[in-house]
């Protein structure tokens, strides 16, 4: 009886087993599609995303030569008909006066930053800085944009009274305050990767920590924080509710900080709430602005990936 009670169990657990490995085989089988299937995903998007924004922006340009639209310097697209004229230089003009301002803010604090997590702070101040310095990438862009208006206009006008109270400077400033984390955050990984033998030689040579710092570290991260430059500037570069609340809606062809200006994604916003009708001169107006945002964007990250694979160093 025994003998034959122990022959009924090893069936059932050899039937329980078969069972189980069948169905770990099913899944084995199911995941990579499901993962491919993800993957398409976001590739069929990307593709669709292109073909819509390729589709009107040659719509738009049946309608206005490439040639006045890229060396154009008075963009009046929601004039009145008799009036308008399409040249983006001075939304190009006020994105990248925007992003310069935002760059000159963010980078050395970044930098500055990155440098003091990875290198000077204690491992306690780090779990609790560095948690607190991500909560900014974390707050709306649009209370960016209120707290520019409100706050950093009327301080920036104190020192500049004839500033006006929408300007390219303060919406620099404030986006370079909200990309900071991102540059912190990926140059302090890119440091932190740099093995901490290395340290421990050059303090053995007499180095200090600042000289292990700039000398050591930062020329062994140099691949990473470069790139993280790279996107928090391309990240700066498709802001829009900061602009667009703080910068005004005046697409000026000036270099000076405290004029009013409009950027392309401004624009877009602008003229996607108007009273335009869809397939008009101005409807396409916005896919060709839309495509030249993503085309900046997009050499900013392959730069951003160059700049990654030339200058990476592996331990």
Do not use: H
């Amino acid at each position: 009886m025994m003998q034959s009670g122990q022959s009924g169990e090893g069936v059932m657990a050899g039937s329980r087993f078969k069972k189980e490995r069948s169905l770990r085989t099913v899944w084995e089988w199911m995941i990579p599609k499901l993962l491919f299937i993800c993957a398409l995903l976001s590739v069929v998007t990307t593709i669709g995303i292109i073909f819509t924004l390729l589709s009107e922006t040659l719509s738009f340009f049946q309608k206005i030569p490439f040639i006045d639209f890229i060396t154009g310097t008075k963009w009046t697209a929601l004039f009145s008909e008799s009036q308008r004229s399409f040249g983006v230089l001075p939304l190009i003009t006020g994105t990248l006066l925007v992003t310069v301002t935002a760059a000159i803010v963010a980078v050395p604090l970044g930098l500055a930053s990155a440098i003091y997590l990875s290198e000077y702070a204690p491992s306690r101040v780090r779990r609790v800085l560095k948690p607190v310095l991500e909560i900014l990438a974390g707050i709306p862009t649009i209370v960016y944009g209120f707290f520019a208006l409100t706050f950093v206009t009327p301080l920036l006008r104190s020192f500049i009274p004839e500033m006006g109270v929408f300007n390219a400077l303060s919406a620099g400033i404030v986006v370079g305050i909200m990309i900071i984390p991102m540059i912190a955050s990926l140059s302090e990984d890119a440091m932190s990767s740099v093995p901490r033998n290395i340290r421990e030689a050059a303090l053995a040579m007499g180095s200090t920590r600042l000289e292990v710092s700039f000398r050591v570290v930062l020329p062994a991260a140099l691949s990473g924080i470069v790139a993280s430059f790279v996107l928090g500037i391309s990240r700066a570069i498709g802001e829009t509710m900061i602009v667009t609340i703080a910068a005004g809606a005046t697409p000026n062809m000036t270099l000076n900080p405290t004029d009013s200006i409009q950027t392309m994604t401004a624009y877009i916003v602008q003229a996607a709430f108007g009273d335009i009708s869809t397939g008009g001169i101005v409807y396409q107006s916005i896919y060709a602005v839309g495509m030249t945002l993503f085309l900046f964007t997009l050499v900013m990250n392959l730069l951003a990936q160059f700049i990654s694979r030339r200058f990476k160093e592996e331990y």
